[in-house]
């Protein structure tokens, strides 16, 4: 913080001295890096910390700016075909999808609908 007020400091003299307004241009470049990591048995791993990861651009480590390992709610479409060349696999197709639906979270928004494309 005190190099901000230093800054600014230096910035209303030259100002004033000069009674111009100052300029000041600037870019920043934060590259958002998204990793899904699963066990073994393909389970999610949420506990990790910002020290298990590395990026690296062009073989160089940079730092990481920000980290968040929280599981973020998720929003799916899911089509399903039930026409007549499914019939043989309406179990597995039926079983797969109770399986997702059960595994989303409560914060996971819930919406339903039915439709029959002909």
Do not use: W
């Amino acid at each position: 913080m005190s190099r901000f007020v230093t800054l600014a400091a230096c910035l209303m003299a030259t100002v004033g001295a000069a009674g111009q307004q100052a300029v000041f241009r600037g870019t920043g470049d934060a590259v958002h890096v998204y990793a899904t990591v699963t066990d073994r048995d393909g389970r999610l791993v949420t506990t990790l910390t910002r020290e298990a990861f590395e990026v690296r651009d062009e073989g160089k480590p940079q730092p990481i700016t920000l980290f968040d390992n929280t599981p973020r709610a998720i929003r799916i479409i899911v089509m399903l075909d039930v026409s007549g060349s499914m019939e043989g696999n309406l179990p597995l197709l039926r079983a797969a999808s109770e399986q997702l639906f059960t595994r989303l979270r409560a914060e996971d928004r819930r919406a339903s609908s039915a439709s029959r494309i002909s």
